[in-house]
């Protein structure tokens, strides 16, 4: 996730320098912006499925589950 948070850190970084790249920079930022609070979100909800949980399968099966549930942010930033 490390790697995740620095590439949308990055993304912002470079929309604010090379605004002028954009037809909207203010919506390219906030698409990066997105992407970096979904991030965060999903390390918290992680934290407390982890600590909701009484299984370990459980634990294991919400993992998964969200992690394919958060990589949808990559595809829609990928797709601008």
Do not use: W
């Amino acid at each position: 996730m490390v790697d995740e948070v620095s590439r949308s850190l990055e993304k912002m970084k470079f929309c604010c320098n090379q605004s002028y790249l954009f037809k909207n920079k203010g919506q390219a930022f906030i698409i990066a912006f997105a992407q970096f609070i979904v991030i965060i979100f999903t390390e918290i909800l992680n934290v407390l499925i982890i600590i909701i949980t009484n299984t370990p399968l459980e634990v294991v099966m919400n993992f998964v589950a969200i992690i394919i549930i958060s990589q949808i942010d990559d595809y829609v930033y990928a797709s601008i």
